[in-house]
């Protein structure tokens, strides 16, 4: 498969781009392409513009978000990688998200979340949080994000399966950070293929 990972983090240095890179390499040894979109590094603008509501629902698309557009058609699974903020997705990928699957490309009604007009991709979401498990599923983040995101968001984008993988801790010893690191690869390793449902 081509696998495309998305990196949401300013330093390249920061634990984030530590699992996009070890994601990366677990899928690389299971034999797959790599391809990695590091936002930050290459200046996309998450700021959703009076630019984008004049070109929706038009045929011409914005440059940028055409860019992005063309590196999804081209993978076969997609990982994003970015730290829980405020229980929620930093505003570098909430732009992301909302510029590029847009209406009439990524989806064209909102009533069932397994439909898409996108081909079936691999998703995966690979989520440093400084939170620890416990503390997440007892009061509902958990649940509140699982829905967001894996029923409310990324159906409608085609990607299936879809997996949510929050490392917790991610702020804790290097000794947790190790194992979450060497869990970010086995995820890489295991990447289940597109699920095509009829
Ligand atoms: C602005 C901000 C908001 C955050 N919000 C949360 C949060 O809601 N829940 C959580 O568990 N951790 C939260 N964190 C902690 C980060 O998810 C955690 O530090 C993560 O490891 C940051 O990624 P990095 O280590 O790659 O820098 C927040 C951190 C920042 C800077």
Not at 83 to 91: A, K, R
Not at 180 to 187: C, P
């Amino acid at each position: 498969m081509h696998v495309l990972t998305i990196l949401d983090h300013p330093n390249p240095a920061s634990f984030s781009a530590a699992v996009a890179q070890q994601f990366m390499q677990g899928a690389k040894a299971a034999g797959h392409s790599v391809e990695l979109a590091d936002l930050h590094a290459e200046g996309f603008d998450p700021r959703w513009s009076m630019a984008d509501i004049e070109a929706d629902g038009r045929t011409t698309t914005l440059s940028d978000v055409r860019n992005e557009q063309e590196r999804i058609a081209r993978a076969d699974a997609i990982c994003l990688v970015f730290p829980l903020f405020w229980w929620g997705m930093p505003s570098m990928t909430k732009g992301w998200v909302d510029r590029v699957w847009t209406w009439g490309w990524a989806y064209n009604q909102l009533d069932d979340s397994e439909r898409s007009l996108q081909r079936p991709r691999s998703g995966v979401l690979l989520i440093p949080a400084g939170a620890r498990s416990d503390e997440m599923e007892n009061a509902g983040y958990l649940a509140a994000l699982d829905t967001a995101w894996i029923k409310g968001t990324f159906g409608y984008f085609g990607l299936a399966p879809r997996r949510l993988e929050v490392l917790y801790g991610s702020t804790g010893s290097s000794k947790r950070r190790q194992s979450l690191l060497e869990k970010s690869y086995q995820v890489g390793l295991t990447l289940a293929p597109p699920q095509h449902t009829e």
